[in-house]
């Protein structure tokens, strides 16, 4: 199977126009087939009081009311997803901005109401990838770049990147030898959030529950982590976690960052 690179850039890259330049410029370099997931959360928030639309949050998940909803569809698949596409047609890069909604490429279901209720947040349903749409894309050389939104009965939904970025590498991996990267500002996960030296570099499962039991890790790490479990436990070859800058290295044989394994 030939090589794709599934890679997911974070919100504090997206806020940062210089590190954002470098990063595109990095992923329009790479010569394999590869996908693109974005956030852009920050800016949906910063729009949002602009309009006067209240964030809320719980346990650091956002709640998509109707309002939030209509906001971040017009944000992450409308400005920020074709400001990236732009950026990257400007790189000599075939890029198609998508949700998953467009061609019913991801699937969703409407979070149920159990303690919480989060609105409109979709949860991707089993086999809910159309990787025969996602194969097709890639083998005409166009480059998908994938905003956090699904769609159920009609209505769009808020979905987390990370959790996009993992069902993707999940569902390709079938079809291809997928190496999917988490990229933000970090050198990688950190045994000390204040430490910047403090990279594991190779984070087993095993040890992973170890340091998990101990409160080592920052609550923003710990959706990257699940979500590289879970795609490691369905198939995912290999999983890096690590700096935008080092994007590059991680789409070589050596790498920097954090590899997670089984």
């Given amino acids: 199977m030939s090589k794709l ?37 920050k800016i949906a928030t910063k729009l ?14 956002r709640i998509t009311d109707a309002q939030t909803i209509d906001l971040v569809t017009m944000v992450y ?22 949700t998953g909604a467009d061609g019913n490429v991801i699937k969703a279901v409407k979070r149920p109401v159990k303690d919480i209720d989060y609105g409109f947040v979709g949860d991707v ?10 194969s097709a894309l890639l083998q005409q050389n166009a480059v998908p770049v994938f905003a956090p939104l699904t769609h159920a009965d009609g209505s769009m939904l808020n979905t987390n990147a990370d959790t996009i970025a993992s069902v993707l590498a ?6 291809y030898d997928v190496r999917l990267i988490f990229c933000f500002e970090k050198k990688g996960v950190l045994r000390n959030v204040d430490d910047a030296g403090s990279v594991i570099r190779h984070l087993p499962k095993a040890l ?3 340091l998990l039991g101990q409160n080592v890790f ?8 699940e979500n590289a479990y879970a795609a490691i436990h369905s198939g995912v070859k290999e999983v890096l976690i690590g700096e935008a800058d080092d994007l590059v290295k991680n789409t070589g044989k050596e790498t920097e960052g954090t590899l997670i394994t089984e």
Avoid at 125 to 134: I, K, Q, R
Avoid at 218 to 225: S, V
Wanted: glycine content about 14%; charged content about 20%.
């Fill in 77 to 98: 698949g409308g400005l920020v997803n074709k400001q990236l596409v732009a950026s990257l047609q400007s790189l000599g890069c075939n890029a198609i901005g998508l």
């Fill in 125 to 134: 349903v089993p086999e809910g990838v159309s990787t025969a749409l996602l």
């Fill in 218 to 225: 920052a609550d923003g790490i710990l959706p990257k982590l």
């Fill in 170 to 175: 999940v569902a390709l991996s079938k079809l």
């Fill in 208 to 210: 992973y529950e170890e």
């Fill in 48 to 61: 949002g009081e602009q309009l006067g639309i209240e964030s809320k949050y719980v346990n650091g998940r």
């Fill in 5 to 41: 690179f599934i890679i997911k850039i974070g919100g504090n890259v997206l806020d940062k126009p210089e590190a954002l330049r470098s990063f595109l410029r990095s992923f329009a370099a790479i010569k394999e087939p590869k996908v693109l997931i974005h956030g852009g959360g």
